[in-house]
Nanobody, 124 residues
Framework: QLQLVESGGGLVQPGGSLRLSCAAS????????IGWFRQAPGKERERVIC????????NYADSVKGRFTVSRDNAKNTVYLQMTSLNPEDTAIYYC?????????????????WGQGTQVTVSS
């Protein structure tokens, strides 16, 4: 079965940090471009970060530049999202997604596989 599974979400105070993981099973992440998306209540799903297959080049939304970092561990078939300096506006469900054909696309329809999402809540 081909799937992505996110983990690492939770409740964190403003200014805190979290690391999300996105583990793949049934396929090799190395061949896929990976996007991290988030969706807050009442808002559309937005891409915050992507990392290209092979080259490892990255693209960050302005709202997370300097605070979030994406990395991949091909040996573990896992991609990570390190989030620092979190603020309440970062509260959302975070999803990872994989695509073969669209490098760092912001369009959700271009992604072949999606995780189930993990809740991140930033609150004091």
């Amino acid at each position: 079965q081909l799937q992505l599974v996110e983990s690492g979400g939770g409740l964190v105070q403003p200014g805190g940090s979290l690391r999300l993981s996105c583990a793949a099973s049934g396929f090799t992440l190395d061949y896929y471009h990976i996007g991290w998306f988030r969706q807050a209540p009442g808002k559309e799903r937005e891409r915050v970060i992507c990392i290209s297959s092979r080259s490892g080049s990255t693209n960050y939304a302005d709202s997370v530049k300097g605070r979030f970092t994406v990395s991949r561990d091909n040996a573990k078939n896992t991609v990570y999202l390190q989030m620092t300096s979190l603020n309440p506006e970062d509260t959302a469900i975070y999803y990872c997604a994989a695509t073969r054909g669209y490098d760092c696309s912001a369009y959700v329809g271009h992604y072949d596989y999606w995780g189930q999402g993990t809740q991140v809540t930033v609150s004091s």
